[in-house]
């Protein structure tokens, strides 16, 4: 069966009250944004606290339903048959003929429930249901009436034209990207950050991210990756502004000067800092990384507490309760892990102490970092200025 | 400055390859199997370069099958000898630092049914004839031993190895994957006692794409690739016109003022081995690491390889990268929990400080003396700044 229609169901922002056009408009946005890349002519319309994609042209319907369901805020699609009201006895004709082509397999339990928005319509709700619901069993007597659990419930809308469909595929949820402010995710190469950034864009934020590579000690290759990773985000999150900021001399001076087994955490204590410093230049809200305690040694509670002190912004960790394997799974469901394993070296790694410190104390290290004072607000100030933007959509 | 010194991955096609290339896809494009002028004019193509490349062999031009390349050439060359004599024996010889597209080839026919030995090597890389002999069988039908090998250069005793197997049982035949040494000796596969040989066309400036399989005329093989009957049936597929011309092109090149050519390459690996004698805390991989001391047989004259302890081989080839020279490391990528290292170097037995430090520098007969100053010159630098930050 061919659909003209999709009727696009979104739950949570149509209880924001004043703000609910704010949030219409938001996802209008987006799925307008989404569909930008599916081959076709797309429509979409706000009408009566509905959200309509009307397919102007010849378009591939699985290929549009991924995008859509891809968009944040929308709960779920339904491909919907549009009839315009020639009376009752011509609508029953169309309902008989969705049934008979959408479920060839007749021996199901169904519900009629319709809606009558346009008042008036001859007959009300409760009535059309019955009405609808005896000449679907006369035109197929192996189907029977089951209004508590139905196998398919036939929702019928009436407005100024009659919506009829029964089929809902599964959105994404959340909120529309765009809604929620904007922050800044610290991008690795890894199975997490992009999880975290794909679930912080879920409640409507928008994202930009950084990334730190340190050549020659990682590759060109390894950048390459994080680039597809945003990609990959992107996706669902829309646009990305990729920060990618040369570490290497920073690495190799606190290397220099700074014991080793903490090297990793003072590392991490200046990807934050030159992370906020992006964020604040781009208008972020926050910082998004995809740590989740006790995962590995600088991710132990004294790690995080060490590393989230020389940020004043609020750093935003979705993923914190989770074990790895809630992480990989919905890595797998965005579609990111095939990339995310790729074996690249990852510049957390290159220098990585065989015992770092699991339970800095926050008094050391920052001893330890006035070790540094010599030259590292200079190389700071370069990596920051000569960091390589990258737009990604 | 740019130094590409990573010749054995794929080396640049020369001028005249790429002519012939465009003449053959833009103006005579034809398909050799239409019957009319424009087939015969591209047939014209394929023979020439088929006649070439026999000659550079001395072997008849009905023995040489063009193929998609190397990988191909190996494939074809094992499987199809390997099911067209099931029934002399089932049992195969190869060496353990095969190309994988020997070794896969290799796993492939063992799980068919057929039983491989893989010959072991010594730390330069090569096979011990004796092993070999010792190795030979009653159900023995095919060996296979690479003319060079890619990572460490080192030569293998082909002549040697097949002298042996004929000596035991006539019929056993004999492959080579020559992609490494086809253009850098000069190869008598009748001579040699060779059954199959492998050589691919972007080794010695040709296009990628294309290579070729010799097989001598008594050798009994299957088809691997069905379909339209080209090339008397044995390898179906439209002919790889552009590519067959170019190969055609660029093994004509290799083989005209070939002693001086070679002799070319190996005063630059000379240079090289020179310069990388006065570093310190190098280590020369393979049959070269002699070549100072006894040049009568250092190996493959465009391949060095060299450890570089405290410098893991990746770091290394993307700080040469940041400088314009272009490197292979032994093992294609790293994280610091598996290391999927080479298993050449392994084979050879390397200790692990070795095994992470390895890289591979391969040089052509346009590679120039500059190139590898430039090369050492930053070398130099580089080691000892490398060097100072390490994983602990």
Sequence with gaps: MTFKTFLIKYGEIGIKGKNRYLFEEALVRQIRHALKAVEGEFDVRREQGRIYVDCLSEYDFDET???????????????????????????????????????????????????????????????????????????????????????????VEIREK?????????????????????????????IDSPVAGYMIAKRGVKIDAVYFHAPPYTSERAKQKVVDLARIVSRYSGPIMLHVVNFTDIQLYIYDQCPHEELTIIMRRYMMRIAEHFAKESGSLGLITGESIGQVASQTMQSLAATNEVCTMPVYRPLIGFDKQEIVDVSLKIGAYETSIQPFEDCCTIFVAKHPVTKPNVNVIRRS???????????????????????IE | ??????????????????????????????????????????????????????KTLKVQE????????????????????????????????????????????????????????????????????????????PETILVSMMYVNNEVGTRQPVEEAARLAKAYDPRILFHTDAVQAYGKYRIFPKKEGIDLLSVSGHKIHGPKGIGFLYVGD??????????????????SGTDNVPGAAGLGAAAREAYTDFEEKTERMRSLKKRFLEGLAQMENVFVQGQAKYALTRPEECGAPHIVSASFPGVRSEVLLHALEERQIYVSSGSACSSNKKQPVSAVLKEMGLPKDLLESTVRFSF??????????????????????????QRH
């Excluded at chain 1, 491909?79 to 199901?108: C, H, K, S």
């Excluded at chain 1, 010599?374 to 000569?386: F, G, H, N, S, Y």
């Excluded at chain 2, 068919?112 to 072991?120: A, M, N, S």
Aim: with cysteine; aromatic share 6%.
């Design chain 1, 369 to 391: 970092e006035t070790k540094l004072a010599e030259k590292i607000d200079a190389l700071v100030q370069t990596a920051v200025e000569t960091a390589e933007k990258i737009w």
């Design chain 1, 65 to 155: 339903a991924e995008a859509l369901t891809r968009v944040f805020g929308i709960v779920g699609v339904c491909p919907v048959v549009v009839t315009e009201d020639t009376g009752f006895e011509d609508l029953a004709r169309v309902v008989i003929d969705y049934v008979r082509q959408m479920y060839p397999d007749l021996n199901q339990t169904f519900k009629v429930d319709s809606r009558r928005a346009r008042k008036n319509y001859p007959l009300a709700s409760m009535e059309l249901n019955a009405a609808l619901g005896e000449r679907i069993l006369d035109a197929f007597p192996d189907m029977r009436v089951d209004v508590h659990t139905p196998q398919i419930l036939l929702s």
């Design chain 2, 218 to 235: 008594q050798v009994k093989i299957r088809p691997l690739i069905l379909g339209g009957g080209q090339q008397k049936g044995m390898r």
């Design chain 2, 62 to 137: 009905r023995d040489i099958y063009f193929t998609s390349g190397g990988t191909e050439a190996d494939n074809w060359a094992l499987i199809g000898a390997a099911l067209a004599n099931r029934r002399a024996g089932n049992h195969l010889i190869t060496t353990s630092v095969e190309h994988a597209a020997v070794l896969q080839t290799m796993q492939y026919l063992e799980e068919q049914g057929f039983r491989v030995t893989y010959l072991p090597v010594d730390g330069c890389g090569r096979v011990d004839p004796e092993d070999l002999k010792n190795a030979l069988c």
């Design chain 2, 364 to 389: 052509s007969a346009y590679t120039s003396q500059e190139e590898i100053d430039y090369c050492l010159r930053q070398l130099g630098e580089l080691l000892p700044a490398l060097r100072r930050y």
């Design chain 1, 162 to 190: 009659i919506y009829l469909y029964s089929r809902v595929i599964p959105g994404a949820g959340g909120m529309p990207v765009g809604t929620n402010g904007k922050a800044m995710l610290l991008l690795s190469g890894g």
């Design chain 2, 1 to 54: 400055m740019e130094a590409y010194l990573d010749n054995s991955a794929t080396t640049r096609a020369l001028d005249c390859v790429a002519d012939v290339v465009v003449k053959t896809m833009t103006e005579e494009f034809g398909n050799p199997s239409s019957r009319h002028q424009k087939g015969v004019e591209a047939e014209k193509y394929l023979r020439d370069a088929r006649e070439t490349v026999a």
